[in-house]
């Protein structure tokens, strides 16, 4: 079992920051996939950027640019760094973990970006 605990969220005006942190329990925690999800009211769960056991990032068209994905295999954790937020950007922001053994979901964050 993977266990994954976010913290980082809140609230900020558009065009502010915000770092969200994922701690993920486990000893091959260098071998997971590590990923970022949103889900806003009323739509599904979309992908943000998610970051290889390689280190390779990909990320959504919409957050290019504005967000980084980043990992530290020492501490055990999972960031992503959020710039020039946007009122659209408002969700809550889950932390995902992709492992042979299966596939995690962290509690989520709530981010809310206010116009």
């Known amino acids: 079992q993977v266990q994954l605990v976010e913290s980082g969220g809140g609230l900020v005006q558009a065009g502010g920051s915000l770092r969200l942190s994922c701690a993920a329990s486990g000893t091959f925690f260098r071998l997971y996939t590590m990923a970022w999800y949103r889900q806003a009211p009323g739509k599904q769960r979309e992908l943000v950027a998610h970051?290889?056991?390689?280190?390779?990032?990909n990320y959504a068209d919409s957050v290019k640019g504005r967000f980084t994905i980043s990992r530290d295999n020492d501490k055990n954790t999972v960031n992503l760094q959020m710039n020039s937020l946007k009122p659209e950007d408002t969700a809550v922001y889950y932390c995902y973990a992709d492992f042979f053994t299966g596939e995690y979901w962290g509690q989520g964050t709530q981010v809310t970006v206010s116009s």
């Open positions: 970051v290889t056991s390689s280190g390779s990032t």
